[in-house]
């Protein structure tokens, strides 16, 4: 499974992730369309750096993963905050709260990363029903562009304790992008590699845009890349705005 060995280095190979400046694009977005709230959910909240920030700045927040072991990073990163996230490990597809939230972010391609297009509209459903009457649902997704464009391509992160090479191909049949991720991590004066592979599904925002639909949402929109305008055809993010119906 994604993000098992991944989870306790992820943050220290992640370091450039503009985590402030994105959740400044959403909370632009929503108070352009008259939305200020109170409770929200960080759906796919890996280690959760969202998370913290929604707490600092106000928010009452509930976070979801499926990955026990980002959660448990999760939890000790939050720990010291006075209010901290509510955390529910679930899968997006199977997503049930305790309580109606005003907003639902899913951000850093996590929709990507279910593989299933029958599990998405699954997704849209679950947090149709997780939000409030006039609540919003903020996600992005990594364009099929974006994916396509990564096929044969190699990265390196690495810090004084982590070394990670990443290994990209992408499958036009399955219209799946694979990533073979091997990880190694310095214990003590040896190194012990381990390795995972992450698999992201090339969706068409106008596919996205219709199942949004047929769930039940109003209003949807698309973003370019942390801009308030519409995705170019060169976009290799997009990100999407829908809201429930009032009442």
Known sequence: ??????AAAYDGL?????????LGFLETVLHRAGQHPQTVLDLACGTGSLSVLLAQRGYRVLAADCSEEMLTVAAQKCAALEHPPFFIRQPMQRLRLPEPVDAV???????????????????FRRVLQALRPGGTFLFDINTPQKLRGLDGQVFLDENEDSYCVWRAEFDSDERICYYGIDLFRRQGKLWQRSFEQHCEYAYEPDELTAWLTEAGFVNIRQFGDRRLEAPTPQEQRIYFCAEKKEG
């Open 1 to 6: 499974m994604a993000y098992e060995t991944l």
């Open 14 to 22: 992640t370091e450039d992730i503009p985590y402030a400046e994105t």
């Open 105 to 123: 972010f899913c951000l850093l391609d996590s929709l990507n990363y279910v593989t299933e297009p029958e599990d998405v509209r699954r997704t």
